[in-house]
Nanobody, 121 residues
Framework: VQLQASGGGLVQAGGSLRLSCAAS????????MGWFRQAPGKEREFVAA????????KYADSVKGRFTVSKNGPENTAYLQMNSVKPEDTAVYYC???????????????WGQGTQVTVSS
């Protein structure tokens, strides 16, 4: 499965943005869809993950209560709804797949090109 993140842009602090992760190819029920981000000069970090089969989710503490992952199964698309964004959310956001319900980048594969999110203060 190939993944492509989109929907990034420039948003003011306190605003909202929804990112999409489109999959070309079949997403198996055993898959986990993960969202990660990488700010300039920093390592890529976990943001959120969702089991495709039952939509169980987990979030990084830094985004808990503000970001929500969801999916449109028939369209093979995952979403990251970002609310109450902060300047520190500025990063390139990536989606990837895993067979593990993990927060570790090393457990994920099929990384697509990221999408830039910039939050202005």
């Amino acid at each position: 499965v190939q993944l492509q993140a989109s929907g990034g842009g420039l948003v003011q602090a306190g605003g909202s943005l929804r990112l999409s992760c489109a999959a070309s190819g079949r997403i198996f029920s055993s898959h986990v869809m993960g969202w990660f981000r990488q700010a300039p000069g920093k390592e890529r970090e976990f943001v959120a993950a969702m089991r495709w089969s039952n939509t169980n989710t987990k979030y990084a503490d830094s985004v808990k209560g503000r970001f929500t992952v969801s999916k449109n199964g028939p369209e093979n698309t995952a979403y990251l709804q970002m609310n109450s964004v902060k300047p520190e959310d500025t990063a390139v956001y990536y989606c990837a797949a895993s067979s593990q319900f993990s927060t570790q980048t090393t457990e994920y594969f099929n990384w697509g090109q990221g999408t830039q999110v910039t939050v202005s203060s």
